[in-house]
């Protein structure tokens, strides 16, 4: 139980073009998921908590316009990189909790590479 | 906000050894630690967590301690295995039931090496 799953698990893009990325609860209903930013031997860093049907919260210095969250139903939460550039690559991990509890489970990841 | 340093960056053990990381954090309201493990291109896996009512909890060869007064918690591992080695985090959250936001804060990260 408690498998999220994330698609694509790789994408490489052009500068300026958008790509999403969705992260899915297979069996279990989230009513908060995460995204979170990797860099290479670096630590996991959160961009924003994304409740189902609310607006997501976005972590200070992580700009809303570019990286657009949605939440549109208990199983599905997607990041949109809008006009990515080359310093967007990085590997995007979700996670997703269910209601009353705190127990975070996190997706295999999305490496963003753009070109 | 929550601020955790785990040490040390990197561990390098023989097998059959222990291995202890340790973590600190700096928000007294925090009341869940987990310990993630990460293989080199795949997702963080929960190995163990501890809430703040508890003071130690094992899970066969793996335990977590933590001190509140101090803040901090470690992770130790007993006769490690080759399979053992991976990146490993701490981090730590308040829980959704005190009004926390239950963002979990990493640590920084311990490259954990089991050598033969």
């Known amino acids: 139980g408690a498998v999220v799953s994330q698609h694509p698990s790789r994408v490489i893009c052009k500068s300026g073009t958008s790509v999403k990325i969705e992260c899915r609860s297979l069996d279990f209903q989230a009513t908060t998921m995460f995204w979170y930013r990797q860099f290479p031997k670096k630590s996991l860093m959160l961009m924003a908590t994304?409740?189902?049907?609310?607006?997501?919260?976005?972590e200070q210095g992580v700009e809303k316009d570019k990286f657009l969250i949605n939440h549109a139903s208990l199983t599905l939460s997607t990041l949109t990189v809008t006009s990515a550039h080359p310093e967007d690559s990085s590997f995007y991990i979700c996670s997703a909790r269910t209601s009353g509890s705190i127990v975070q489970y996190f997706g295999p990841g999305t490496r963003l590479t753009v070109t | 906000g929550e601020n955790v340093e785990q040490h040390p960056s990197t561990l390098s053990v023989q097998e059959g050894d222990s291995a202890v990381i340790k973590c600190t954090y700096s928000d007294s309201a925090s009341n869940y630690f987990p310990w993630y493990k990460q293989e080199l291109g795949k997702r963080p896996q929960l190995i163990i967590d501890i809430r703040s009512n508890v003071g130690e909890k094992k899970d066969q060869r793996i335990a977590v301690t933590l001190n509140k007064t101090a803040k901090h918690f470690s992770l130790h591992i007993t006769e490690t295995q080759p399979e053992d080695s991976a990146v490993y985090f701490c981090?730590?959250?308040?829980?959704?039931?005190?009004?926390?936001?239950?963002?979990?804060?990493f640590g920084t990260g311990t490259q954990l090496k089991v050598e033969l």
């Open positions: 981090a730590a959250s308040s829980s959704i039931f005190t009004g926390g936001g239950n963002k979990l804060t």
């Open positions: 994304s409740n189902e049907g609310s607006k997501a919260t976005y």
